[in-house]
């Protein structure tokens, strides 16, 4: 839960060894709403399966053909958001998640551009209670340049 609400919410903790990212100060969002959400807001089957190949397009998109940072995912009351960390540069990003979302059936979404080369809002997800609950304090911190630490790892 989030703020008492159900919530399920997944961060990208590789990040932290490369945090804040100069090259990627824009952090955009895009958030879908869910058609059928359950009385607690959160996805139910039959949706789940199409907003996974939603979100797995729209990660291609701003990972692949953007040169963006997948930073983390929120779903809960009604909707799923995705964050991503973008570099600098001029794209038609609403026509590019339009033709993601149309090309798989979805005509509502909403997204935008936030000015955050501090990653300021990344790091404010790791201050919540929910994520220092589950995950030692070690984790959470910068690391070191000597240490490694996996790619790609959700919570």
Not at 102 to 112: C, I, L, P, Q, T
Not at 117 to 145: G, N, T, V
Request: proline residues 7%.
């Amino acid at each position: 839960t989030l703020a008492g609400k159900p919530a399920s919410i997944r961060v990208n903790l590789s990040l932290l060894s490369s945090i804040p990212l100069a090259t990627h100060p824009q952090l955009v969002y895009v958030i879908i709403p869910l058609e059928k959400p359950d009385s607690q807001g959160m996805i139910q089957e039959p949706e789940v399966q199409t907003i996974r190949t939603i979100e797995a397009d729209i990660v291609r998109l701003m990972t692949g053909d953007l040169g963006g940072k997948y930073a983390f995912r929120y779903t809960g009351k009604g909707r799923r958001a995705l964050y991503f960390y973008l570099p600098l540069g001029e794209v038609s990003l609403g026509e590019l998640l339009a033709t993601c979302m149309e090309a798989n059936d979805m005509n509502k979404f909403s997204y935008g551009v936030l000015a955050d080369p501090s990653w300021r809002f990344f790091q404010a997800s790791l201050q919540e209670d929910w994520i220092r609950e589950k995950y030692p304090e070690h984790l959470l911190k910068p690391l070191q340049e000597t240490e490694v630490f996996p790619q790609e790892i959700f919570l």
